[in-house]
């Protein structure tokens, strides 16, 4: 064991996709062939140097361990997987003889080849960020495959840095996966932590030897009340994990992080345990109150890491009270160290990069790097004396103060309409009642829809580029999005399709389409940040009061109506997900937030009604996303949350079918919140968990409509008509007929033209030949 301090300020974790998405680039170019995998780690290589130095210039050292090196190819679970030897037996062809897996290898895994299908990806605990899900057995050989990870710390020093390693620790690796397939029932892939743990003690006496000081394990499946695992289960493993890895002779030292709440009774067992630092999120959660006399005892001789920065937001906050935060932390322990509450995964890289945003608004922010600047600042305070940093935290309160203060951001016709709602506004007519009125429709059994977004093709994606440059004239564009249109109703009309789509080509991305068009948002020009793979998402951010000053969509959907005599499903983004996919305010609460952007909703779903469109969907797949890690903050979140959706809703007629679409499978955690949305029908993602969730929609006795996804969208693969014919009967199996649909997972703007056809035409196929087995 080493006595190498803990670095006074440091931060959990970087945005890997670089600042112009260099990493996204490289990676879709190696996937495209345009690339070989030599040039792949050249460009990756360069990125991870350009971000060491860039955390240095912003106050991080280059030698004391500060800096963290938590770049990912396509995801930190995946690459955990990989170290440990983790491999499902159907890749295990992409082994070498010594059971490693090269680049191409590992992309296989996360996005699936021919018939096998990738791992499962699922949101990684309240954030849009997703991990692929570990599939482990009984039989998962574990073994040590540290070679990517030692070669980047080793890349590190060469360039003159001692970085501080980052993986997914082994409690949280093994509560996020799921048993492989075949394991025998009951079986539980934490049952496999004494095998997993010696993987990850070998691993770090590989770094210990490589001269690694300290290495970061992230644990924020501690934190978390919704894993699966009896709590008990969840404290044993944390003792019997780290007391392994802490009393390994040869290590670097250990720092164990829980970011996104509080650890709560995960404390004890970890301050017992063996290990030198622990990261509190002191953001979304407190300072441990009078721990145990033990506890206590344990912590004082730890080095506690203060977490006080928001990971998880843009705003430039109250710098002051964060360091007050971090300082009180000096009652428990003499060692106190100041970082971000969670990896800056969730930010965008730099504020300065936004020319266009409005320098007020500018003043109230911090991204990633102005974030790292925070805490270089804190961390002198701490070392210096608070005198050292006082003009940095008033700087910081006087913009607070300003914000507060700003036109736009209290808005008293928003707040009067807000304040004046009664219960009868959350309401339709019943159920029942509304079936009847919808018989109008007049659609088959089994009908069959897709989730909204068509291909967005470079041809969409160009002429938008074209119109933000002023080489498109708004009327020049709006005529191509109408042809775009109209392929796809003709596209959908051949196919055969039921409930048609307008295919959303005029759609950047379905939050920050609304918040252009929105007041209260703003929005940027290189705010992207990870969601998955390759995948960024640009949220918005909403920092005033919403109100809608014009009708969104009805333009589009009407035209789109206009052409075909099958109904043409009206498409909104719900209230929550508005919410979930932004950067929000956080200077009110979020239900008086949601419940404003449901209003500007209302008034649309009103004005889609009077234009003729019969059937509207509220997209809220971001309703699990937000649900609180810990349950005694759930059912006051699900009562907003459900609520903004019905506010939205509330005024649509009995006649009007009201879809919703869920992106997730993880029905059984949100049924009573799914069902008390009320949606005429839902939506929701199956595909790849093969119809699982049909047992958790028959036993929960769910009796709306509700369409398990088919075909799984976030893979290039195209499923056979047999196997969504053999998915289909699964869930006829379990659900009425007059209530199930037909539909992808989830929307179809990522995928190419070839692939969503030929997928569609099976899933057509596969319908038929249901509908005749009924
Ligand atoms: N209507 C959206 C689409 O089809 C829904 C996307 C989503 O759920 N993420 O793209
Ligand atoms: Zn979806």
Redesign the pocket.
């Known amino acids: 064991m080493t006595a190498h301090a803990f670095p006074t300020g440091t931060i959990l974790g970087y945005p890997r996709i670089g600042r112009r998405r260099e990493l996204k680039r490289a990676v879709e170019a190696f996937w495209a062939g345009t690339i070989d995998a030599a040039e792949l780690e050249a460009r990756a290589a360069e990125l991870r140097a350009a971000t060491r130095e860039r955390l240095a210039a912003l106050g991080l050292g280059r030698d004391d361990s500060s800096i963290p090196e938590s770049f990912s190819y396509y995801d930190q679970v995946l690459d955990a997987a990989i170290a440990v030897g983790a491999v499902p037996e159907r890749f295990q062809r992409l082994q070498d003889d010594a059971g490693r897996i090269d680049l191409a290898g590992y992309f296989t895994i996360a996005r699936g080849e021919g018939d096998d299908a990738p791992l499962e990806m699922t949101k990684w605990f309240d954030s849009n960020y997703h991990y692929l899900v570990p599939e482990i057995g009984p039989d998962t050989a574990f073994a040590l495959h540290a070679d990517r990870i030692l070669a980047e710390f080793a890349e590190a020093r060469a360039a003159g840095f001692l970085t501080r390693p980052v993986l997914v620790g082994p409690v949280t690796f093994l509560l996020l996966a799921k048993a492989a397939e075949g394991a025998p029932d009951g079986f539980r892939p934490i049952d496999r932590l004494d095998d997993l743990v010696p993987v990850y003690a070998e691993l770090l006496a590989e770094l210990r030897a490589a001269g690694a000081a300290w290495v970061q394990l992230d644990e924020p499946a501690l934190v978390s009340e919704s894993i699966d695992e009896p709590r008990d289960r969840v404290l044993d493993a944390i003792g019997v994990a780290y007391d392994v890895l802490g009393s390994a002779e040869d290590r670097p030292a250990i720092f164990v992080a829980a970011p996104y709440g509080a650890l709560g009774d995960a404390l004890p067992p970890l301050a017992a345990a063996p290990i030198e630092a622990i990261g509190l999120d002191l953001v979304r959660g407190t300072a441990p109150e009078r721990p145990d006399p033990a506890t206590e005892e344990s912590l004082a001789s730890k080095t506690l890491v203060a977490g006080v920065i928001d990971g998880h937001n843009i705003w430039r906050g109250d710098l002051a009270h964060a360091f007050e935060r971090a300082d009180a932390l000096r009652s428990l322990s003499s060692e106190v160290a100041v970082s971000t509450s969670t990896s800056l995964l969730h930010v965008p890289h730099d504020v300065d990069d936004e020319s266009d945003l409005d320098a007020r608004l500018v003043s109230w922010l911090a991204f990633a790097d102005q974030k790292v600047a925070q805490v270089a600042t804190l961390a002198r305070g701490l070392a210096e004396g608070r005198e050292s940093i006082e003009g940095d935290l008033d700087a910081a309160s006087a913009a607070l103060a300003d914000r507060a203060g700003a036109p736009g951001v209290r808005v008293p016709a928003v707040r009067d309409r807000l304040a004046a709602l009664a219960d009868r506004d959350f309401s339709r007519a019943a159920y029942d009642e509304r079936v009847a009125a919808q018989e109008s429709l007049d659609l088959p059994e089994l009908p069959t829809t897709t989730?909204?977004?068509f291909p967005q093709t470079g041809d969409i994606r160009r002429a938008r580029a074209r119109l933000v440059k002023g080489e498109l004239s708004d009327g020049e564009y709006r005529g191509l999005m109408r042809e775009e249109i109209e392929r796809v109703i003709r596209l959908q009309e051949e196919l055969g399709l039921d409930v048609l789509v307008h295919g959303?080509p005029e759609r950047n991305d379905?939050v920050q389409y609304f918040a252009e068009l929105l007041d209260g948002f703003a929005v940027t020009q290189h705010g992207w940040v990870q969601s998955y793979g390759s995948r960024c998402t640009r949220p918005s951010i909403l920092w005033g009061d919403v109100s809608r000053p014009a009708p969104m969509t009805v333009e589009w959907s009407t035209y789109a109506q206009s052409l075909t005599g099958k109904p043409v499903k009206g498409?909104l983004t719900g209230p929550v997900t508005i919410l979930a996919w932004s950067f929000v305010r956080d200077d009110q609460p979020l239900g008086d937030t949601a419940r404003q952007v449901a209003l500007a909703l209302r008034d649309e779903i009103g004005d889609l009604e009077s234009a003729g469109i019969r059937v509207i969907?509220v997209?809220e797949?971001a309703l699990r996303e937000l649900l609180p890690l810990k349950l005694a903050d759930q059912p006051a979140y699900l009562d907003w949350s459900v609520g903004s959706f019905r506010l939205a809703t509330g005024g649509a007629a009995a006649a009007t079918q009201v879809h919703t679409?869920l992106?997730y499978s993880e029905f059984g955690v949100v049924i009573d919140a799914i069902r008390n949305l009320d949606a005429d029908v839902t939506s929701i993602e199956a595909a790849r968990s093969r119809m699982e969730v049909v047992d958790d929609i028959s036993t929960s006795g769910f009796d709306h409509g509700i369409g398990p996804g088919v075909y799984d969208i976030h893979s290039p693969r195209v499923p056979s008509a047999a196997e969504v014919q053999a998915l289909l009967e699964r869930a006829v199996a379990e659900i009425p007929a007059s209530k199930l649909w037909v539909n992808p997972d989830?929307?179809?703007?990522t995928r190419g033209y070839d692939e969503t056809v030929a997928s569609l035409e099976h899933i057509i196929e596969a319908t038929r030949a249901v509908r005749a087995e009924l």
Do not use: V
């Open positions: 989730i909204g977004s959303e379905m498409m969907q997209d797949p679409h992106c989830c929307g179809l703007k």
